[in-house]
């Protein structure tokens, strides 16, 4: 994952650390320019050679290898940071407020894909469903109203922090170009209207993934219906604020 101002820019999987950051990196190499980079490896020379190419501020991992350690130092102004604890999420988070602080639960909810409603005529092909867990796993971090459109584990195009859903997905989809198309797009909250989904399908989106319960849900499975679209509802909203 390559991150900027607290929201990932790039994010993809990969047999190897080295062309996982490689697909996130390509994601947006604009964004990704000054960014974190975060690894659930250790840090291998490979690695590390690619990291060295662009400006970073720091890159952490679970390790690092001697050889991409000597590597790294070659860049004098980047920090490299091992924590092995890099998967585990905070139980608690804390916000502070004027006269105080407010003390919340951490959203550690990652539901599995066979809890999910598949709510359209159009039924998801395993492949899809894998790629739409993943486009919900992203989501998960982005800053509300967010959507994240992905392809080949990939991102593809991320709308963060807007003040209304439809703007993030203009977002997205601009970014994804054409790589929306055969893409699939995820909302960490409900559609209040079927207006993202027809921006999505004609972008080229073939599946949704979004937590439902909206009074209006059944606008935006109409449109998924008629536009030939596969829509999964998981239950849970990701808002991250």
């Avoid at 989501?139 to 509300?144: F, L, M, R």
Wanted: net charge negative; aromatic share 6%.
């Amino acid at each position: 994952a390559i991150l900027k101002h607290n929201n990932p820019c790039g994010v993809a999987l990969a047999k190897t650390p080295v062309e996982a950051y490689q697909k996130a990196l390509a994601s947006d190499p604009v964004s990704a320019f000054g960014g974190i980079v975060a690894l659930n490896r250790p840090i291998d020379a490979d690695t590390a050679l690619e990291l060295t190419q662009i400006f970073l501020e720091c890159v952490v991992a679970p390790a690092c290898t001697p050889e991409a350690a000597e590597i790294l130092q070659s860049k004098s102004r980047v920090r490299v940071l091992t924590l092995a604890s890099l998967t585990d999420e905070p139980q608690q988070t804390i916000k502070a407020i004027a006269g105080g602080f407010l003390l919340q639960e951490g959203d550690q909810a990652m539901e599995h894909p066979q809890q999910w409603q598949v709510v359209t005529e159009k039924q998801p092909t395993p492949d899809q469903i894998e790629e739409l867990f993943f486009a919900w796993k992203v989501v998960k971090h982005v800053k509300s109203n967010a959507i994240v459109v992905t392809r080949d584990r990939a991102t593809a195009g991320v709308g963060a922090g807007q003040m209304n859903r439809v703007g993030s997905a203009k977002i997205a989809l601009e970014q994804a170009g054409d790589k929306a198309v055969g893409a699939v797009l995820s909302s960490d909250a409900f559609f209040p209207f079927g207006d993202s989904v027809r921006l999505a399908a004609e972008k080229g989106i073939v599946a949704i993934v979004q937590p439902g319960g909206s009074l209006r849900d059944q606008e935006s499975i109409d449109a998924a219906n008629e536009l030939n679209i596969v829509m999964l509802f998981t239950g849970i909203r990701h808002f991250l604020h």
